[in-house]
């Protein structure tokens, strides 16, 4: 075994290693929003070498940042243009390995797409400061050099031999295997024949073992496989496309290339789109490599997750299995990284840095050399233009594992088969439903809309309860017993009296969300056993695999769920997914509406009929002749695409154009209004540079700050952000308003 040292080197302390030669002024970027990085001294007996963590002064306080590169690596000059006599101090360089250029170019990078300050970006890739530190040290035992005069018993020889044959331990571990009381061990020490040692290294992780046979792949599945394992071995650059239907075995898939990477004794980086997939995700690859992977998300206990990026960084932890920001993580020895579902939403990061966690995926893998592979049974429109371009492969699966059939659509048209007043069950939907508990098989109800209304309205005066911080709807959470803001979290108790006109009792909800839908199938099957998953009774991965197990051991025979749902769940004897409300999606006149709502519906479709059953789907609609239901019902997905495509181009929409937001917001209305217009009146329009609005931001009010918009939207050879930066900087406003820059905006908020 060996140990990690994480000392800390402080100047003034003579330096071992051969790190003479170094510049005697360096750039040190710290995890904070600055303009770039800082210049610091290098004191002759602390030599550095960029990528070290140190400490340095700022201000009156002490920091941890990272040595920078020399500007012509990473273009930024100092921020502090100080000549060499007031230049501070480098104070300390900690023992944390350093963090490697492909690290440091991907921050730069990051940094310099979004217009945001490398800094900033930094941050995330330090999220857990007290990672950088060692944690207490562990007191280990070993033979002492010199072994004194001791008395002699059976259990004393065990723990001698013990040692003597292997590494220093941990007073249980020796204990454990010398089978001994841990008084036996202390009592060795006590008398000098043990040495304590204190050590500052992270126990070692159970290794995932690549050797374990995997499940005999069909000949589909094996190409794919084979042209992974390729792609590992050649450790370069490649971006691969995993494009198969739901329940194909695109997980299987991916593990050979995994297995491959492990086998190398290098690491992987699985993205997953949301943490309630993760657990059984970490049961398939237990199944599959023994152990578990190490899991990266905000859910994950923070103590948790400074063991998690340590052994990221000196190269223990093997497979990280995590959300977006599991993309900053410090890998040593990357040689993969997959993106699951990487058609979904949840990638794209809206605050603070704001990033596409699969754009910045293929980033990553660039910049360190590694293939990606992205999975999806609904690949966005961006993935597949890049297919079109010769930019990515396509591996395609076109038929589930196992023979299994992929689920029969059919559309349910509301505007003639309509559910009774105040249910949104159709008849039709609901005869099926009675034939699928009859055959004691398992139903999906599909809403997307949390709580039980998404609307009370007064039926006295018309007045509806909206948001005080937003331009929304109050949502009527009647398990909670309250009114709940979806966007900035205010809440507010039920009003009995309408707060507009006074009258009593009038207040109405309208329309259905999945708590209303609930009550109706209770009235409609009180015998049936009825389940909720949204993210208001699913907050963290076990409660999510909790429901997951209960599905799937049939304790379960409605789900009731929103998108939350829809995800990559396998459900055996799950049959009938009925969708409510198809058109929900549709509204709102988002860029990527349909194509979003095909996503989205074809992936809850494919939770049914998974095994042997054969499963049906039925969309509740009224408009049946809508371009996304008539490709689901049909299956036409690629002539689906095609036409999207066809529509984006003409209007230079990405992804053949590029676009940018620009979201001016603050308190104060009219400073915001003459910020946004002075944006627009100094706009550089030309060609290839058209600039959208002002307009109110849908979300006019949010949070409680007002919002205006512009959209910037240019051709592919322009780069966007040189302009923008140009722009706006010929632009003063006031430091209450906020101007953010969303490149490559999804939320059209
Ligand atoms: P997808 O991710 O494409 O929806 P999964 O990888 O979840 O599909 O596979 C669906 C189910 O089929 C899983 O239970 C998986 O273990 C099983 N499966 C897929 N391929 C094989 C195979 N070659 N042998 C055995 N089981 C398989
Ligand atoms: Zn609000």
Redesign the pocket.
């Given at each position: 075994m060996m140990f990690t040292l994480y000392r800390m080197e402080k100047s003034g302390a003579s330096s071992t290693d051969n790190r003479e030669g170094a510049a005697k002024r360096v750039r040190v970027l710290l995890p904070l929003p600055l303009a770039g990085p800082y210049d610091y001294r290098v004191p002759p007996e602390l030599p550095v070498i960029p990528g070290d963590f140190v400490q340095v002064p700022l201000g009156k306080q002490v920091r941890i940042g990272v040595v920078w590169d020399p500007i012509d690596t990473s273009g930024y000059p100092a921020a502090n243009a100080v000549d060499d006599s007031r230049l501070r101090d480098i104070e300390a360089r900690l023992g944390t390995p350093p963090m490697t250029e492909a690290m440091r170019r991907f921050v730069d990078w990051v940094a310099a797409y979004s217009m945001s300050a490398p800094g900033a970006v930094l941050r995330m890739a330090v999220s857990i400061p007290e990672a950088l530190t060692p944690g207490r040290p562990r007191i280990v035992y070993r033979l002492a050099e010199m072994i004194p005069d001791y008395r002699e018993t059976s259990a004393r020889t065990r723990v001698i031999d013990v040692l003597r044959d292997g590494p220093a331990r941990g007073v249980n571990d020796l204990a454990r295997e010398a089978a001994v009381g841990a008084g036996v061990v202390r009592a060795l020490a006590g008398i000098g024949v043990l040495d304590a040692v204190e050590v500052f290294d992270d126990v070692p992780l159970p290794q995932p073992d690549p050797t374990l046979p995997?499940?005999?792949?069909?000949d589909a599945?094996a190409e794919a496989a084979a042209d992974f394992v390729d792609r590992v071995e050649a450790s370069s650059f490649s971006v691969a496309l995993l494009d198969?239907?739901?329940?194909?075995?695109?997980?299987?898939?991916y593990f050979e290339a995994i297995a491959k990477a492990l086998s190398a004794g290098r690491q992987v980086l699985v993205l997953l789109p949301e943490i309630a997939l993760t657990a059984q995700f970490l049961e398939?690859f237990e199944v599959r490599f023994g152990v578990r992977p190490e899991e990266w998300h905000s859910d994950v206990p923070r103590a948790r997750r400074r063991r998690v990026w340590r052994s990221v960084a000196d190269g223990r932890a093997r497979v990280v299995v995590g959300a977006r920001s599991a993309l900053f993580l410090p890998f040593r020895e990357l040689c993969l990284i997959t993106v699951?579902e990487e058609h979904d939403l949840s990638y794209k990061q809206e605050d603070g840095v704001i990033y596409h966690a699969r754009d910045m995926a293929v980033v990553r893998a660039r910049l360190e050399g590694v293939p990606v592979v992205l999975?999806s049974?609904t690949p966005s429109l961006e993935t597949v233009n890049n297919v079109k371009q010769g930019r990515y492969t396509r591996l395609h699966?076109t038929a589930?594992?196992?023979g299994?059939e992929l689920p029969a659509i059919s559309v349910v048209d509301l505007r003639r088969d309509s559910p009774e007043r105040q249910s949104w069950i159709a008849p039709r939907l609901r005869e099926a439903l009675t034939d699928t508990l009859k055959a004691h098989e398992q139903s999906l109800l599909f809403l997307n809309r949390r709580g039980y209304a998404p609307l009370t309205l007064c039926r006295a005066c018309g007045h509806r309860l909206e948001c005080p911080n937003c331009t929304s709807w109050l949502v009527e959470h009647r398990f909670q017993g309250r009114l709940n803001c979806h966007h900035c979290g205010y809440f507010t108790q039920m009003p009995t009296s309408c707060p507009e006109c006074g009258a009593e009792d009038r207040m109405t909800a309208c329309g259905p969300g999945v708590e209303r839908l609930a009550e109706e199938v209770g009235a409609l099957w009180p015998e049936a056993r009825v389940e909720l998953m949204t993210s208001d009774t699913i907050w963290s991965p076990s409660a999510a695999a909790d429901i997951v197990r209960r599905v799937q051991a049939h304790e379960i025979d409605i789900l009731i769920g929103t998108q939350l749902v829809a995800k990559?769940h396998?459900f055996?004897n799950l049959t009938l997914v009925g969708v409510v409300d198809a058109d929900l999606g549709l509204g709102g006149g988002d860029l990527r509406a349909a194509e979003r709502t095909y996503q989205l519906l074809h992936q809850v479709a494919?939770r049914a009929g998974?095994?042997a059953r054969p499963g049906h789907v039925l969309l509740q609609t009224h408009h049946p002749e809508h371009p996304v239901m008539a490709a689901l019902v049909s299956g036409e997905r690629d002539a689906f695409m095609r036409a999207e495509a066809e529509q984006r181009k003409l209007g230079n929409w990405p992804p053949f154009g590029r676009l940018a937001a620009i979201i001016v917001s603050g308190s104060d209305e009219s400073d915001v209004d003459s910020v946004a217009r002075l944006l627009s009146r100094n706009a550089p329009q030309t060609q290839d540079f058209k600039v959208l609005g002002p307009a109110p931001a849908p979300l006019a009010l949010l949070r409680g700050r007002h919002r205006r918009r512009l959209l910037v939207r240019t051709t592919r050879s322009v780069r966007i952000q040189d302009r923008l930066q140009t722009w706006l900087a010929s632009v003063r406003s006031p430091n209450a308003v906020r101007v953010q820059v969303d490149i490559d905006p999804y939320s059209f908020l």
């Open positions: 995997g499940p005999e792949l069909s599945q198969g239907v739901t329940g194909s075995g695109k997980t299987e898939v398939r699951d999975v049974a699966l589930r594992h196992g299994a990559g396998h055996p494919g998974r095994e």
